[in-house]
């Protein structure tokens, strides 16, 4: 089974080398260091034909980090050791590098590899900016662990605080040969995808799947499969994807959850059926959404319509 975007099996975290001060001062300066530069959740990124994601070394790195920029050690990949690199705030230089975009404008055009470096360094930078005070105290926070930890400052407190990923099931609902699909009321004119909800305190993924498509749809699931999951991080979870076979196509949409839903049939969702005016397409490349669907397909759904 193949990777499901911006997964990081190529990446060799390295966590033996987050509580080795002298290691990390050292691979800050390595000639094989490169710096993921993240500025308010968006990547650095040369948008000339095929995106490339732009790293920083050499003096503008140093000289970024001699002003304060935060440091994250991330690992390393091959011989190459990745740092991210938050400029938010900073008057950071582009004219000729790139510019900085959401991953999800080009995601689906990365390499695998490279997107994955690109979201790891986003949901790191992410935590850091939400958490410079203690939960429990309120006093600040300082890094630790090379980035992978903050610890409160506070001498009666030192809570210490770990990057955080919230749990989400994704799952596609399908009875015979129909699959269940909705809209929510953010998603882009056209677009429909399966359905999905964060996991609650105490549940498993398989109760939050069967809780969830009954809150939007009231409709009961059985036989619910796990399928993969993908790291999300816009802004900070992991969506775990199931399939999940309906007891009944009866549905009554929650319209606080849901703008609607509908099922289709797999000859309906043939890339030949699909409308060409924009009143329905598919969920985006990189999403696991797609993946389920396209899975329980068969084949490739086709890509968004141009409108």
């Known amino acids: 089974m193949h990777r499901n975007p911006y997964s990081s099996a190529e990446i060799d975290r390295a966590s033996h080398h987050r509580e080795d001060d002298d ?24 948008k000339h034909g095929q995106p490339q994601p732009v790293f920083l070394q050499g003096m503008m790195a140093r000289a970024l980090i001699r002003g304060g920029a935060t440091t994250i050690f991330l690992g390393h990949v091959e011989e190459e050791t990745y740092f991210a690199l938050d400029v938010t705030g900073f ?68 809570a210490q605080h770990f990057p955080r990923t919230d749990p989400a099931v994704i799952m596609l609902v399908h009875h015979g040969d129909k699959c269940l699909l909705g809209r929510g009321r953010h998603f882009p004119r056209g677009m429909h995808s399966t359905l999905a909800g964060f996991v609650e305190p105490g549940e498993s993924f398989e109760d939050a799947v069967a809780r969830e498509v009954y809150e939007e749809v009231k409709v009961r699931v059985k036989n619910v499969r796990y399928h993969s999951s993908q790291p999300w991080p816009f802004p900070a979870s992991v969506m775990i994807g199931f399939h ?11 319209q606080s959850e849901l703008e609607s839903a509908r099922w289709m049939s797999r000859e309906e969702l043939l890339p030949e059926n699909l409308p060409k005016d924009g009143s ?28």
Request: hydrophobic residues 35%; proline residues 6%; negative net charge.
């Open 23 to 46: 290691r990390i001062e050292d691979l800050l300066v390595g000639s094989r260091t490169k710096f993921v530069p993240v500025d308010n959740e968006r990547n650095l990124v040369n």
């Open 91 to 158: 008057e950071m230089p582009t004219e000729g590098l790139g510019e900085f975009v959401d991953l999800r404008q080009i995601g689906p055009l990365l390499f695998a590899r490279e997107g994955s470096i690109l979201a790891y360094a986003r949901g790191m930078t992410y935590w850091h900016r939400r958490h410079k005070f203690c939960g429990v105290c309120g006093a600040p926070t300082r890094i630790a662990k090379a980035g992978h930890e903050r610890v409160c400052t506070n001498e009666d407190c030192k």
């Open 244 to 254: 999940a076979e309906a007891e009944s196509m009866e549905i009554d949409v929650n």
């Open 280 to 307: 329905f397409f598919m969920p985006r490349k990189d999403s696991i959404a797609r993946r389920l669907i396209e899975d329980w397909l068969g084949h490739e759904a086709g890509p968004p319509p141009s409108v």
